[in-house]
């Protein structure tokens, strides 16, 4: 989730093109997701945070899926790349392993940290 947020600030143009035309503002659209894919990914982490942050990923999966399904509608292709028409539509399915997986994260108890042993 980090990896992909950053290249969403590294290389915004491939994320910027498969935005839907009806929304407004893709950049700051992409740029937006990409801080909320790093904060949840980072999240998941944090011992306090790791539920906040998986229902976070949850949301932004959910919100991400309109671009997903017009890439694969419109066979957008990432810059330098080609994908097979399949494997844009085969994609979308694993939208849904991972909101099942963050899903999971966020009812995962998180283990205490061991207490530290004093010499």
Do not use: C
């Amino acid at each position: 989730m980090v990896a992909v947020g950053v290249l969403h600030f590294v290389a915004p143009a491939g994320f910027v093109k498969i935005v839907p035309a009806w929304l407004p503002a893709p950049l700051f659209l992409v740029l937006v997701s990409g801080f909320f894919e790093i904060l949840g990914g980072l999240g998941l982490f944090v011992r306090r945070a790791h539920r906040l942050a998986a229902w976070g990923l949850i949301a932004l999966y959910v919100a991400v899926f309109p671009a997903n399904i017009n890439m694969a509608v419109h066979g957008i292709q990432p810059d330098g790349t080609h994908i097979p028409a399949l494997m844009l539509w085969a994609r979308l399915p694993f939208q849904a392993v991972l909101i099942w997986l963050a899903w999971w994260l966020s009812r995962s108890p998180v283990e205490p940290a061991a207490p530290v042993a004093k010499p």
